[in-house]
């Protein structure tokens, strides 16, 4: 089989190897689809440093179950399935464990059934605190964030507020269910929310960039007793924190990441059962799919190029 091997920063180089054999509690998928993740950007660049190459990255894979090992009861050959995975992702085939497979239905296309960062948000919306009625304010509104603007939907909040710094992402935003959208290169986001809440403040604001500045508005646009929820992916050593106003404000804080992969594969059961219902819509969302021996070039444009419209880069081996 063919699977992408990280060689170097920046340099994917598609190497053969043997179909994986199965144990008996394994199920063997033929990739149709794996998602680019921000955090595989960073592997790739070198922003996260690697010393150990080659390395097979790829979290995000759905496909066709090929084989399965003998004691194998919940998935069968055919099936239509998205897996937890750590890695291996950008292969023709990978293998898991039984337990780390949810089944999807016919309908819906692999590229939009992306297990793993549709658990993402289905289990970050779940520690959110979003409750019935609430001023939520979402914070980045690429990939990630445009899930978790629907899931915020879904959740009950009576208003929400899109910021972001790109207007095509803001429209979108809009679509998928923000009521006031803030491009903050162009106008004062802390203060129009202000306005916005009559002084108060978000009942929560939701950091979806891993950047700093965000974690700063974020800050300083909360309510007192609210709660700020870290859904960016934060790498590269330290952020500074007011910690100050965390402290005055009496702030929840979430850092609303899952790493235990029983969760994970429970937020994969939630959010596909969503998406084959039409409560979750992938729309707009994933923008370029590539085949496997183009994969640096998806990175590239999903790092440096960013080609105007881009929200998400799917690998289809
Ligand atoms: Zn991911």
Redesign the pocket.
């Known amino acids: 089989m063919r699977i992408a091997a990280l060689r170097g920063v920046k340099n994917f180089v598609i190497e053969s190897q043997p179909i994986p054999k199965l144990g008996s509690n394994e199920v063997l998928v033929r990739v149709k689809a794996c998602?680019v993740?921000t955090?595989?950007t960073y592997t790739w660049s070198g922003k996260i440093e690697v010393t150990d190459f080659p390395r097979y990255i790829g979290?995000?894979p759905s496909g066709v179950v090929e084989r399965i090992g003998e004691c194998v009861t919940s998935v069968n050959v055919n099936d239509h399935v998205t897996v937890w995975t750590e890695g291996g992702g950008y292969a023709e085939y990978v293998k898991v464990p039984e337990d780390y497979v949810v089944k999807i239905p016919k309908e819906l296309r692999f590229e939009e059934a992306l297990g793993?960062?549709i658990a993402?948000m289905v289990n970050g919306v779940r520690r959110s605190r979003i409750k019935l009625g609430d001023t939520v304010v979402v914070i980045g509104c690429g990939f990630m964030g445009s899930l978790f603007i629907q899931g915020t939907v879904l959740r009950g909040a009576s208003k929400i507020v899109a910021i972001d710094l790109l207007d095509e992402r803001l429209e979108l935003a809009r679509k998928l269910g923000a009521d006031i959208t803030i491009n903050s290169g162009e106008e004062d986001a802390v203060k129009m929310v202000m306005e916005i809440t009559g002084g108060k403040g978000a009942d929560v604001v939701v950091e979806a960039t891993g950047e700093q500045r965000p974690l700063d508005i974020a800050t300083e646009v909360v309510k007192i007793r609210g709660t700020l929820v870290v859904f960016g992916y934060h790498v590269g050593g330290r952020r500074s924190v007011d910690m100050a106003s965390w402290n005055w404000k009496g702030l929840d804080i979430v850092s609303a990441h899952e790493r235990d992969p029983k969760i994970y594969v429970e937020g994969m059961r939630a959010g596909i059962a969503l998406l084959s219902k039409g409560r979750l819509k992938m729309n707009g969302l994933i923008t370029h799919l590539y085949p496997l021996d183009q994969i640096n070039d998806a990175f590239m444009d999903a790092t440096e190029h960013r080609p105007r419209g881009f929200m998400k880069a799917v690998i289809t081996p």
Request: charged residues 35%; hydrophobic residues 0%; negative net charge.
């Open positions: 998602g993740c955090s595989d979290h995000e793993e960062p993402c």
